[in-house]
T-cell receptor
């Protein structure tokens, strides 16, 4: 069975500092990996996704993520955080077009941005 | 083009009451999903519908029923609400960009916050 672990429940970062959110997954086949962001009271918005090719993936809002198969990780990074990045972030893994494209989500990491 | 819409946005029920959460998408997608979101647990799949006329159980289907009314609409019903069903419910619909890519981007609705007393 597939699973996703986000080890950090909360992260506090100063505005302008760098941010890295950790994601570890367990999946038997080639994983399709996603990062979503959820602002307070909102639905989820896709930041970026990986399914093949270059292991460094660029997303929206200045985010990037790196797929490391040997470490079963897909960490999300941003070089300089803005106050508007305060939100909850979810990593997810899915089988792609097979099995109804069901996604398994991590528990989420809530990011607080200090001025 | 509204994407994925959900109604209602908020609902308070008493234990044992029933209600139906509505979801509609105007993107002409085949698949639709219902998730529930609970603190520290991320989103868990309740039911999904791969195409009109089909539905399948997800990870946490107990206490829920679904209906795929047509291609646009996918409703979630709680027949006898329980406090354990207090949660935020999200409907989602993936866009499968093509067989060559073999993956999808799931578009989420704004959510329904349900409290069962």
């Amino acid at each position: 069975a597939q699973s996703v672990t986000q080890p950090d429940i909360h992260i506090t970062v100063s505005e302008g500092a760098s941010l890295e959110l950790r994601c570890n997954y367990s999946y038997g086949a080639t994983p399709y990996l996603f990062w979503y962001v959820q602002s307070p009271g909102q639905g989820l918005q896709l930041l970026l996704k990986y399914f093949s090719g270059d292991t460094l993936v660029q997303g929206i809002k200045g985010f990037e993520a790196e797929f490391k198969r040997s470490q079963s990780s897909f960490n999300l990074r941003k070089p300089s955080v803005h106050w508007s990045d305060a939100a909850e972030y979810f990593c997810a893994v899915g089988p792609g077009k097979a099995a109804g494209n069901k996604l398994t989500f991590g528990g989420g990491t809530r990011v607080l941005v200090k001025p | 083009n509204a994407g994925v819409t959900q109604t209602p946005k908020f609902q308070v029920l008493k234990t044992g009451q029933s209600m139906t959460l509505q979801c509609a998408q105007d993107m002409n997608h085949n698949s639709m999903y219902w998730y529930r979101q609970d603190p520290g647990m991320g989103l868990r799949l309740i039911y999904y519908s791969a195409s009109e006329g089909t539905t399948d159980k997800g990870e946490v289907p107990n206490g829920y029923n679904v209906s795929r009314l047509n291609k646009r609409e996918f409703s979630l019903r709680l027949e006898s609400a329980a406090p354990s069903q207090t949660s935020v419910y999200f409907c989602a619909s993936p866009n499968i960009p093509g067989l060559a890519e073999g993956t999808d981007t799931q578009y989420f609705g704004p959510g329904t916050r349900l409290t069962v007393l």
